[in-house]
């Protein structure tokens, strides 16, 4: 909740060096859920995969049923959803939408109020990272009508950030905005700042969508000094490369947006988040292109493309198609 994450992943790992010492597999899911988590929002993308996985495969849906109750979240829950973000950023976009929605049909079989919230919640946001408004607008929808039902202020306001996401527009007096705004601001008040890069990141993208750089430039500056004081390193190349889209709103600024291209797919790589390694490359490579240099265009963004084997029809996918597809027109 505190995204004091140096600190959590000292704890993570003292406590899977006791998980070694012991039997005792409450304490062995534990560990593994505990560092998975803590590894994948610190950008320790293979580690957090090999941790959860083993969560999952540890977890005995009649032994270890009363963690919903014990650790406020159902492990086997808390592990497929946490998962579901990993295998976004690692590339497999229609792996991830599937298991976000075991996450979702096993909470429902526990029956824990948060357990479920968590479940929609992340999932959304898991569909707003694939750009599909449809989804993310009918899950984050069920999450704001359960959280208002069970008095869940936190996952409401969660629920609310991405409605808002999947409603609003390229204008600058739409109304998804405000609403987004304003579940950010609960999700503050609360004192919640875990996935705050992420939920920033969502905002930012409206902003730039309706011209709004001031908004922009004032949140990605808090994002950056979020990242900094939190270790939250998962979605830090996103902040790169929405600075270089909002130095793009002005003239002039093109080689200052390629060298944050170039730094966000550099941090992307290094963590082997392959999602934001794409996004990253096709703002590079539509400024490379509209600059002159299409067949330098080409050697970056067609291979980074073609590490993907499946999601062909998500919105990024789709994106860097098109640019490859236009490069010689």
Not at 13 to 35: F, G, I, R, Y
Not at 95 to 121: C, S, Y
Not at 275 to 289: C, E, I, K
Not at 292 to 303: F, I, K
Request: hydrophobic share 45%; charged share 25%; glycine share 10%.
């Amino acid at each position: 909740m505190r995204a004091r994450y140096r600190t959590a992943y000292e704890l993570s790992e003292k406590l899977m060096a006791l998980a070694a010492t012991t039997p005792d597999s409450n304490v062995q899911v534990a560990a593994h859920l505990a560092h998975g988590s803590t590894c994948l929002l610190t950008g320790r993308l293979d580690a957090a995969r090999d941790n959860l996985e083993k969560c999952i495969r540890q977890y005995d849906p009649v032994h270890h049923r009363g963690h919903a109750y014990l650790f406020g979240q159902d492990s086997l829950t808390f592990a497929r959803t946490m998962l579901s973000w990993v295998l976004w950023l690692q590339g497999h976009p229609d792996q991830a939408v599937r298991m976000g929605n075991d996450a979702i049909a096993w909470a429902e079989e526990v029956k824990h109020p948060n357990t479920l919230a968590f479940a929609l919640g992340m999932t959304a946001a898991l569909h707003q990272y694939r750009g599909d408004r449809k989804g993310a607008a009918q899950t984050s929808g069920e999450l704001i009508a359960m959280a208002g039902e069970q008095g869940l202020l936190h996952w409401l306001s969660a629920g609310r950030i991405v409605h808002g996401w999947a409603t609003s527009g390229p204008t600058t007096d739409d109304e998804g905005v405000p609403g987004m705004l304003e579940g950010r601001a609960v999700w503050a008040a609360i004192g919640a700042r875990v996935a705050d890069s992420h939920w920033d990141a969502m905002i930012a993208e409206r902003h730039l969508d309706g011209g709004r750089k001031e908004g922009c430039d004032k949140l990605l500056a808090a994002m950056r000094a979020f990242v900094a004081d939190s270790d939250e390193r998962s979605f830090e190349p996103e902040i790169d490369r929405l600075e270089g889209e909002l130095l793009l709103l002005e003239e002039g600024k093109e080689a200052e947006a390629e060298a944050c291209f170039q730094r966000a797919l550099d941090r992307a790589r290094a963590n082997g988040a392959r999602s934001l390694m794409l996004r990253a490359a096709t703002s590079l490579a539509r400024v490379m292109t509209a600059g002159g240099r299409a067949d330098d265009a080409q050697a970056l963004l067609a291979p980074i493309w073609a590490l993907f084997k499946e999601g062909h029809d998500t919105r990024d996918l789709v994106r860097a198609k098109g640019v490859l597809s236009g490069m010689f027109l």
